[in-house]
């Protein structure tokens, strides 16, 4: 899994601090900049988010470019609805060798690992096979249409109606994709403003979250730490700050996830 940080609010904390401070002062903007320094946002931005008054926070935002994770993953990930994204298309994107991502525990078990590894390869295959059978079926109707001849009708319209050939290739892999598994590996630019990443982690670093998208969601919050170290501070799962929300369900190791959660 490979997370980058490729854009954010410049001095993401004194937009927010100058935001909220707004709605309590006579004076504009301006003004309120000018009285804001490093001390003054830090102490206000300690009392905001103690106060759970979070809508001034939805004014910065953070774009992160995401690679190696599954489509398990981000079947997940968009369920975030209030967070833009872009997502490498199987519809367009000719996989001529697609890469997945294997499960820990699978990884960990020989007998699985091999039946995993051959189901990869067999999907791999299939999907090839599908793609150039439906090619060809294209290529050779369209000669058949266009009252043209040859004996490799997929060669001769690559060559001689490149835009063609395109076109139908692109048909080809918009059906055989079908047989591609949730493992196929996939990449996506995720952008969300702060109020909806605290939600993403409250929900998706709880230690009851699917391993991978938790994976993503402390690696995501490792990074805004750095950015913005007062806003994110003590954000993460609910627990760290209260009782598990989860009741029966929980995890029961709210010490050790609070400890972990310390070290980021």
Known sequence: MKVKLIASTPEPEKVIASAAKLCYSKVGIDEINQKLDEDSINKFLKMLMSLGHQSPIEHVSFTFAIEGVSRVLTHQLVRHR?????????RYVKLDQFEYIMPPAIEANEEAKSIYVETMKRDQENYNRITDLLLLEYCEKYLKEIGENAEDAKGYVKEKHKRNYMAFEKRAIEDARY??????????????????????????????????????????????????????????????????????????????????????
């Not at 209030?82 to 199987?90: F, G, H, L, R, V």
């Open 179 to 264: 047989l591609f598994p949730n493992s196929c590996e996939t990449k996506i630019v995720v952008t969300m403003n702060a109020r909806s990443l605290v939600n993403f982690f409250e929900h998706r670093a709880c230690n009851r979250a699917q391993w991978e998208i938790r994976q993503l969601a402390v690696e995501m919050l490792k990074i805004v730490r750095k950015e913005a170290p007062i806003l994110f501070n003590n954000i993460g799962p609910k627990c760290l700050k209260g009782p598990c929300p989860e009741g029966k369900m929980t995890c029961g190791k709210i010490e050790s996830v609070r400890k972990e959660f310390e070290n980021y």
């Open 82 to 90: 209030i967070a833009s994204y872009s997502q490498q298309s199987q």
